[in-house]
């Protein structure tokens, strides 16, 4: 049994905390396509992907190693260097989650613990090697790779159940199960990677604080413990950011959906096995405009797969700037960890105060967010013309009336002229 210190239990507290959030940030990442197109009832999807996650956390423990043992040097790592990282992480999940916007809690994370570790030990703490191939890489191919996937599989679908649109409701039917399924893998998958990081982090903290030797894997109550939080986060349902990916980027038919999803799934599951610490935030975010751009007539709504690319370009630095600049707080002694944690639970507490101004809920999730339309859009609606059958009706009930009063008098004397 591992012997723990105050720090030590400080840290596992608050990398379940991080996992917490991590699940209700990612919800939408698995659910936000299948309740925007109707697949499924908001609280029956977010309570399958929940069960789902948890069933995925004990499937693989790859990139929990790539955490614990690949990223940052094990040795030279201290309890406070892991709380200060994650303190990083939580602050910019909520941040995003407030906003609506898809961010990736794993580049949180990652970010984070760069820059403690930095912070900490210097730059050689981190092995640039794994930063490179593990992280930055995919963090650029994934959604590529996702997206482009999701478009041939749409098209294909499209290409050849073009004959199948006489069936209505039965073709209708059909892909809202394949959704469905596909839906659910997509939770399995992000189980297997994301519940994985918090299994990394603690197992990193435990080895720093020498509770376990160094190179151990994840300890099963660790592994069970990171599932039941990422699970319950799930549950709770970030709803905020499920109207942003379901709505706002796009808007999808079922069948779109489910190319979607079974396309994410597909690079999750596969990172997962090859020990990629891939954001599912990013796959799910590209197979999704893949999906949009694959039907014909489709559109992605740029402006917000802007401001998302934006997010994810911050991520990592800004994850990292707080997760610095607390560990030099937590550097000063145990009055500097206090003070690090007052702060993350009061800067917490704000944010979820600000968010109750507009709640986002299951009641609302599937309401029209879309954003307004932009400048080119509105100047070309002013210049189109008016549907033809009102306009001219009006036009003829205008112009009738002074044709008929001119063929029924004088044309050129006026009424009293007669007289």
Known sequence: MESFSLILAIVVVTALAFDFTNGFHDTANAMATTISTGAMKPKIAVAMSAVLNLVGAFLSVEVANTISKGLVDETG?????IFAALVGAILWNLVTWLVGLPSSSSHALMGGLIGAAVAS????????GVLVTKVLLPAVAAPV?????????????????????????????????GQIASAGLVSLAHGT???????GIITLALIAGGAIAPGSNPPTWVILSAGLAIA???YIGGWRIIRTMG???TDLEPRQGFAAQTSAATAILASSHLGFSLSTTHVVSGSVMGAGLGRKGGVVRWSTATRMTVAWV?????????GAGAESITDLGNWGTAAVAVFLVAASTAIWKISRREVVNHTNVVEDDSEPAGVVTTAIAAVTPPPAGPVTEDLTATI???????TSAAPATPPTAAV
Not at 193 to 199: F, G, L, P, R, S
């Open 232 to 234: 319950l986060g799930t």
């Open 247 to 249: 709505k706002g980027l």
């Open 145 to 177: 790779v996702a997206g482009v996937a999701a478009m041939l599989a749409t098209r294909f679908s499209y290409g050849i159940g073009s004959k199948a649109e006489t069936e209505g409701e039965a073709t209708r039917k059909g892909y809202r199960a």
């Open 400 to 406: 009738a009336a002074p044709v008929a009063e001119s």
């Open 77 to 81: 790592i201290r309890p406070e260097v």
């Open 314 to 322: 911050l991520t990592l630095p800004a994850a990292a700037l707080v």
């Open 121 to 128: 030990a210097g730059f050689g703490a981190v092995h640039g």
């Open 193 to 199: 990677n994301d519940a994985q990081k918090t299994m």
